[in-house]
């Protein structure tokens, strides 16, 4: 079986190869032959790659431990589902899950535009087929997944105890698919530059390819986030670490560029721009594999150094500088239509949105690499962590804030004196307000308080656009407010989902605002029956017990929790030791209201039998959950635009 | 003025917004990364108190009193060893012998490292050492 599936990557390798060139070909001979070869060459790539999953999948089900890849990452005991997702557990499986997904997008592709006879479109599938060869080269002779062991172990090393989590076997895929996705608009950007092809029509294709997978990735992080506050136990779900940034830093370029591909389809402009972002988003989404891959720079999350590392920066070198290369040769293409008119306008202010969002990267990508960028530089190594991304990123992050509210009220081409005073009076005084009443509640310091402010001012500014809408089509309506708000987002799909999507942000900027300025810790040694106070709560250690579960030894302090002197719940702080690896895991005790988090730690138990118990207040940390959510749904709506213009146009 | 020149003047201000909070955040914040060995062989306190540190725990050296919670342990690059105390909890994947990184500041007094972060590496256990050779 093994053989089946190094055969199967072999052959995906030949078939890339094939695609692109028979590709090549019919693009530059005109003839349509090559291109649908090319074409099914794709499809068979998609095929051969979900053939190798399975095989690799049914090796790891059956805890086969004559593959490596098996006894690495799997043991007899392991439950199924884990072994299962063990598949992206390791370097070659993750490896092998990017190629099925970068296969599976360049199918979906050429099945979305299965009736599109242009060209364009087998230049855009080129472009996916050659980062296939990238992959699917890899996969053959440098990272295989197939590798036969001499002489196979009874029993595999066990699956990593931290990647034992429900969220670990969501998450990777999930973010892959963000991750991946991005190949699609950089195929776009690449078709335009390799055919010379003018028009907008394909930016407002490459913009609803760009929502859908960068909203994947928002999710992908989230979930990751959300696992390091579960999983990780230190109180925390964002820690600046280089794979979390890794993570971040195409979803900030990304997110600038939805925002200035609307200027370009409104006007004309930034064209260069925009497909410069394109390009910098997927390569830094190839970046961000190579970080959690190489093991170049230390994290929680990179699990391995390996060897793949040299492989990846050179696909990374090789192409961005053939990027760049048809930027600079297809200069004349992507000469402006139009002038900017004034600073205060929409355009304006997405404008100074990109380019804080560029700069945020920047920063960003500076402090993740630091170590290498300092010893280049100066000689010596510095490195930097959470403090300074605080430091650094966050006043950027708090003038994106201010701009996701004046941006959309300020009109195209020039905002008036009279709309600016109409636009930016109420906001601005509830945001005053806002931050007012925030005070006695003890928010103190320029951030929070700009942080407060933004956020009133920004909701405001989207309940009043909803209004205006309302306002506009009232003559028509008499139904209630909730319907009303329904049929006009149903309208304008695009534009009230962005300002759901807006929402969605506000809310997380005050979850991270309250979770992190107004979080409170307190631990202390607790016999049964006695109690450790952390704000307006008492944990009182009911006892302690331990049981064995499949394959663990599990150790729980039982706390009953108070709030204000009442009775709210029974908590059950954890730690695992895991037989495989006697390494011990701490599961976190999540006390959930809406407002706050209790979160409780087992520290462990003590000689005299007393538990060592950790205990964090992190207020408002729900907002940054609901906030996603909220952002996915916004996302979701403006993505459903969508169909109906594909309906029109098969109507028309 | 015109408005390209207005955009590059707006570009230029945030390009230099960005740069001063990187060039103080990098000198209030930036840590100096160093071997074991190398802050072992200073002879005088360093100017910089910031540090971070790559090493392996030191077996046998580990002493963890988890009612304060507080570790202190030797760290080691297999020539010089320096002393670390963290306080705070020992993270799940710490043991003897694992790699681990360390950032906090430098006391050179005690030759101890008083960390505020403390980052173990997953161990290299998971991956490919100890199943032998791949059938050829």
Redesign the interface.
């Known amino acids: 079986m093994s053989e089946l599936g190094r055969l199967a990557l072999l052959l995906g390798f030949a078939c890339s190869i094939f695609a692109v060139g028979s590709i090549a070909w019919g693009l530059r001979t005109g003839y349509s032959g090559p291109l649908r070869s090319g074409r099914r060459a794709v499809w068979t790539v998609c095929a051969l790659a979900l053939l190798a999953v399975i095989l690799l999948e049914r090796a790891l089900l059956a805890r086969d431990m004559s593959y490596r890849y098996v006894a690495e990452h799997t043991s007899k005991d392991l439950p199924l589902h884990y072994a299962f997702s063990a598949l992206w557990a390791g370097q070659e499986g993750s490896l092998l899950l990017w190629l099925l997904i970068l296969s599976a997008y360049g199918s979906a592709f050429l099945f979305a535009y299965r009736k599109r006879l242009d060209p364009f479109y087998d230049a855009v599938a080129m472009v996916i087929a050659t980062v296939m060869i990238f992959f699917t080269g890899l996969l053959t002779f440098v990272s295989s997944p197939f590798r036969i062991l001499a002489t196979p172990p009874p029993d595999g090393m066990g699956l990593n105890p931290l990647l034992q989590d429900p969220g670990m076997m969501i998450h990777p895929p999930i973010l892959y698919t963000g991750y991946v996705g991005f190949i699609v608009p950089f195929g776009f950007a690449m078709a335009v530059l390799l055919l010379n092809r003018s028009g907008t029509r394909w930016i407002e294709e490459v913009r609803r390819w760009t929502l859908f997978c960068w909203g994947f990735l928002g999710v992908g992080i989230l979930l990751g986030a959300r696992w390091a506050y579960v999983e990780l136990g230190w109180g925390g779900y964002w820690g600046w670490d280089p794979v979390e940034n890794a993570s971040l830093m195409p979803w900030l370029v990304g997110t600038g560029f939805l925002h200035s591909v609307m200027i370009e389809q409104r006007r004309g402009m930034l064209k260069t721009w925009n497909i410069a972002l394109i390009a910098l988003t997927f390569e830094l989404s190839i970046f961000g594999t190579f970080l959690t891959r190489s093991g170049v720079l230390t994290s929680v999350h990179s699990f391995a150094e390996s060897n793949i590392g040299p492989w990846f920066l050179s696909f990374i070198l090789i192409s961005g500088t053939a990027a760049t290369a048809l930027i600079l040769y297809r200069k004349a293409l992507l000469e402006s239509e139009n002038r900017m008119d004034a600073m205060i306008s929409r355009e304006g202010s997405f404008l100074f949105n990109n380019v804080l969002f560029v700069a945020l990267t920047f920063a960003t990508f500076l402090g993740t690499t630091f170590p290498v960028v300092s010893e280049a530089v100066t000689g010596t190594k510095i490195s930097v962590s959470a403090p300074f991304f605080n430091r650094v990123n966050v006043p950027i992050a708090l003038a994106l804030l201010l701009l996701t509210g004046a941006g959309p009220v300020l009109s195209w081409k020039r905002a008036t004196a009279s709309v600016l005073k109409r636009n930016f009076v109420l906001p601005t005084f509830m945001g005053i307000l806002a931050t007012g009443i925030a005070i006695p509640f003890g928010a103190e310091g320029v951030y929070p308080l700009v942080c407060i402010f933004g956020a009133a001012f920004v909701v405001t500014t989207i309940v009043m656009e909803f209004a205006r809408g309302i306002q506009a089509r009232k003559s028509a309506e008499t139904s209630a407010l909730p319907a009303q708000v329904v049929h006009l987002v149903k309208k304008n799909k695009r534009r009230y989902g962005g300002y759901i999507v807006h929402v969605g942000i506000v809310l997380l900027f005050v979850g991270v605002l309250g979770s992190s300025v107004f979080q409170k810790e307190a631990h202390a040694p607790l016999k049964t029956g006695e109690a450790l106070h952390i704000g307006p709560y008492t944990l009182t250690l009911r006892g302690v017990t331990e049981r064995q579960k499949e394959n663990a030894i599990l150790t729980t302090a039982i706390l009953g929790v108070e709030r204000g002197g009442k009775f709210v719940g029974t908590e059950h702080a954890s730690k695992a030791l895991y037989s495989k690896s006697q390494q011990p895991m701490t599961e976190v005790a999540l006390h959930w209201t809406p407002a706050e988090d209790l979160y409780m730690i087992l520290g462990g138990v003590n000689e005299d039998g007393s538990a060592s118990i950790q205990a964090y207040i992190n207020p408002l940390v729900s907002l940054v959950w609901g906030g996603g959510i909220v952002m996915v749904l916004g996302t979701l709506i403006a993505l459903s635009d969508r169909m109906r213009i594909r309906r029109e146009e098969q109507v028309g | 003025m015109g408005?390209?020149t207005?955009?590059i003047l707006?570009?230029l201000v945030?390009?230099a917004a960005?740069g001063y909070?990187?060039l103080?955040?990098?000198k209030?914040?930036?840590?100096?990364?160093?071997t074991v060995t190398e802050l072992a062989g200073l002879d005088r306190a360093p100017k910089a108190e910031g540090f971070?540190l790559?090493g392996t725990v030191a077996p046998g050296s580990v002493e963890y009193d988890?009612?304060e919670?507080k570790l202190q342990f030797q760290m080691t690059d297999g020539k010089e060893n320096i002393s670390v105390v963290y306080e705070g909890?020992?993270p799940?994947?710490f043991?003897d012998g694992r790699e681990v990184?360390v950032?906090g500041s430098y006391r050179h007094a005690e030759r101890a490292i008083y960390a505020s972060?403390l980052?173990?590496?997953?161990?290299?256990?998971?991956?490919?050492k100890?199943?032998?050779?791949?059938?050829?």
């Open positions: 408005n390209s207005r955009l707006m570009s945030v390009i960005v909070l990187i103080t955040g990098v209030q914040t930036g840590m100096q990364y160093m971070r790559d988890q009612r919670p909890l020992m799940d994947a043991a990184v950032e972060k980052v173990t590496k997953c161990p290299s256990k998971y991956e490919a100890g199943l032998g050779k791949d059938k050829s």
